[in-house]
């Protein structure tokens, strides 16, 4: 026994348009159980000189779909015209578990958005949104966060970064789980990004900075423009608004972040310790 699947594209009548979403549904039903119909009956009688049965069979219709390429996509699924099943997913990884929450978050509304409400001027606003929360510093820490097994194993080349944060763990004193969170903080642009991770925990206690350019840049960028780029324009010109917005901040950081490397290192005060704050 075989199974396949194909996507028929019905051109929907003027009258079903007129007439709302059901009426486009319930046409588009019938022309599919029928061409099932059709084509069965087509093959029995042109392809199968064995007597087995063949059988195209209906299943369901996607209104509305977001096709990426050959077996992947995502649409809003139908057995019956009356109301969605669910938003089907297939190919594609809009909720894998190393991904930061607050990218999933986003990505999973805007397609709700585009695929049920049928509103991508409000998927796009959200993502417009959701940028300038960031930029406001409108967030927790923990919705960058990602999340990372530890092996037992020894590592050879480069740590991975949430081996780095357990090691860091270990020597504060606290428990290692065993998938450790990690969220990228800025740090000497000379060291490499997967060195620049610390734990959400001491991040808040202090007052580290989040690298907001490297997760616009490396977190949010190439899902979202590949998931939600089919359905919204405008998205490569948003995004680079704020990668270029955030360059002299992330300068001024790095080199903030050097000074305070290298005062640890000399066990050093900066020069400021020395002066009392003038209230008057």
Known sequence: MFADSIFVKWKVSDEARALGQKAILEENF????????????WLLENHCPVPKRVEM???????????????????????????PDYIDYKGIAPVR???????????????????????????????????????????????????GAISDKEYVGTI??????????????????????YVYVVGDPKDKASTKVEDP????QNNLKVDKRYYLNNQFKKPIIELLGPALNGLDELIDKYLLKYQDYVR?????????????????????????RNLT
Do not use: M
């Open 252 to 276: 001024d950081d790095e080199a903030k972040a050097r000074r305070e490397a290298h005062q640890q290192e000399l066990n050093t005060k900066p020069i400021t310790s020395f002066f009392k």
């Open 160 to 181: 991975p970064p949430a081996a780095q944060v357990a090691e860091r763990l270990k020597k504060r004193g606290l428990p290692v789980p065993d998938r450790v969170s």
């Open 30 to 41: 019938k022309q599919s159980e029928l061409a099932g119909e059709e084509i069965t009956k």
């Open 57 to 83: 069979e209906f299943e369901k219709v996607y209104y509305s779909l977001i096709s990426y390429s050959k077996k992947r996509y995502c649409g809003l699924l139908w057995t019956n015209v009356d109301k």
């Open 97 to 147: 578990r190393d991904t930061p929450k607050i990218v999933k978050d986003i990505i999973i509304k805007c397609i709700e958005l585009i695929l049920v409400q049928k509103d991508r001027p409000s998927a796009f606003a959200l993502l417009e949104e959701t940028f300038a929360r960031i930029d406001r510093g409108d967030y927790e820490i923990t919705e960058f966060a990602k999340t």
């Open 201 to 204: 925990d001491y991040i808040i």
